[in-house]
């Protein structure tokens, strides 16, 4: 597509509920990216994607979060078991190959557990 | 590890004033460095960024010299508008053979009043 798609952008979800927010990165880029954007921080770093592997997970608060990505394109960030402290703006990014490529923004997914 | 600081904001400037927002960072090597916008009610873009030491960045009046011996980036605009009210980001990315993500500072907004 012409941008990153994030679906949906907006989810209010009750606490202790499982939700999968979904993106779908620009056609051709091998680079994936999830972050957080919580209200009055910046961005939390969640997990990277080259092609289908993630070489760095590290940014997972907990052992709540995944993640997959299929086909070298669109991923699944899954949170289990909501809790009100997971509310937040869910962003993901893609990047074409190489150190000094831009990474594109999709629009994000507000999440809010209630 | 690798990390970015920024000035603390809010920033509030009246129409035409001068901009300085301060961006320092830490990073092993010579990172790519960057600064990405956010609007009201959209998504991250990329402003400007800088690839290596002494190369000046610049979009929409804005600029950015990547200054090694200093270890700094800050974003300077000589006039600023009411439409450039938004939240500022600096960011890096670590020099790899692949991608990785990119590192961020914790944001600026500025509010721009006429």
């Known amino acids: 597509g012409a941008g990153v798609s994030q679906s949906p952008s907006n989810k209010v979800t009750e606490k202790g509920k499982d939700v999968e927010l979904r993106c779908d990165p620009i056609?051709?880029?091998?680079?994936l990216y999830w972050y957080r954007q919580s209200l009055g921080q910046g961005l939390e770093f969640l997990i990277y994607?080259?092609?289908?592997?993630?070489?760095?997970k590290s940014g997972l608060p907990s052992d709540r979060f995944s993640a997959e990505r299929t086909g070298g394109s669109v991923s699944t960030l899954t949170i289990q078991r909501t809790q009100q402290e997971d509310s937040a703006v869910y962003l993901c990014?893609?990047?074409?190959?190489?150190?000094?490529?831009?990474?594109?923004f999709g629009q994000g997914t507000r999440l809010t557990v209630v | 590890g690798n990390s970015v600081t920024q000035m603390e904001g809010p920033v509030t400037l009246s129409e035409e004033a001068f901009l300085t927002i301060n961006c320092t960072y830490t990073?092993?090597?010579?990172?790519?460095l960057f600064w990405y916008v956010q609007y009201p009610g959209e998504g991250l873009q990329l402003l400007l960024k800088?690839?290596?030491?002494?190369d000046k960045g610049s979009n929409k009046g804005f600029e950015a010299t990547y200054r090694k011996e200093t270890t700094s980036f800050h974003l300077e605009k000589g006039s600023v508008q009411v439409s450039d009210s938004a939240v500022y980001f600096c960011a890096l990315r670590a020099r790899n053979s692949g991608n990785t993500p990119l590192v961020f500072g914790k944001g600026t907004r500025l509010s721009v009043i006429a």
């Open positions: 990073a092993t090597g010579y990172p790519s």
């Open positions: 990014a893609s990047s074409a190959q190489g150190g000094n490529t831009e990474a594109f």
């Open positions: 056609s051709g880029h091998t680079a």
């Open positions: 800088a690839t290596k030491a002494d």
């Open positions: 994607f080259q092609g289908n592997s993630a070489p760095d």
